[in-house]
């Protein structure tokens, strides 16, 4: 089974701190997405990247910034974390080559995130 | 661009009676298309995918899926709910060509009642 593992489950950070979110998968998957939670609104995609050090913006990505330098590891960035950022995380992969349109997305738990 | 709707923002049922949770989506053509679960506290896990072929998907835990064309529905079904399956689903859709990302719908929350 594809795992997708968020490295918190619960996170409290003060504004104005920056903030990590560290996310890993063992399948050797060549996309890997982050999205944001928040109730009534679904899912909303952030940034995702299709390849190492490769990325691409997603529907909100003001405020947000992304690293891959491993193709296994994601990790979203929070410059300076203020209260709206105060959400749920998911990070998510899924397989590219010759299955590319047909891979179905794999997710992390979630990270759950305050920002007093 | 392709959107999906998910009109039931809550659904309560009692345990044992049958479900169906709809999903519209906006596409040009054939799409890829998901259901997923969320249960509390967890990520989002895949319960079943449309792709081509049989318009009747079966997926995980005893649900099944239904693609019509002409309505541009893709409604999840189980004949009869168990308390454990009281979650947050979400249909999603999936484009021809291009980057694949996936269109997610608001979700409809299950509310299980004993």
């Known amino acids: 089974d594809v795992k997708v593992t968020q490295s918190s489950r619960y996170l409290v950070k003060r504004t104005g701190e920056k903030v990590f979110l560290e996310c890993v998968q063992d399948m050797d998957h060549e996309n890997m997405f982050w999205y944001r939670q928040d109730p009534g609104l679904g899912l909303r995609l952030i940034y995702f990247s299709y390849d190492v050090k490769m990325k691409e913006k997603g529907d909100i990505p003001e405020g947000y910034s992304v690293s891959r330098e491993k193709k296994e590891r994601f990790s979203l960035i929070l410059e300076s974390a203020s209260t709206n950022q105060t959400s749920m995380y998911l990070c998510?992969?899924?397989?590219?080559?010759?299955?590319?349109?047909?891979?179905?997305?794999?997710f992390g738990n979630g990270t759950r995130l305050t920002v007093t | 661009a392709q959107s999906v709707t998910q009109p039931d923002i809550h659904i309560t049922v009692s345990e044992g009676a049958s479900l169906e949770l709809r999903c519209n989506y906006s596409y040009g053509a054939t799409p890829y298309l998901f259901w997923y679960v969320q249960s509390p506290g967890q990520g989002l896990q895949l319960l079943l995918k449309?792709?081509?072929?049989?318009?009747l998907v079966q997926g995980i835990k005893g649900f099944e899926a239904e693609f019509k064309r002409s309505q541009s529905s893709f409604n999840l079904r189980k004949p009869s709910v168990h308390w454990s399956d009281a979650a947050e689903y979400f249909c999603a859709v999936g484009a021809k060509g291009g980057s694949y990302i996936p269109t997610f719908g608001r979700g409809t929350s299950l509310i299980v009642h004993p």
């Open positions: 998510a992969s899924s397989a590219t080559g010759d299955r590319y349109l047909r891979s179905p997305l794999h």
């Open positions: 449309y792709f081509s072929g049989d318009t």
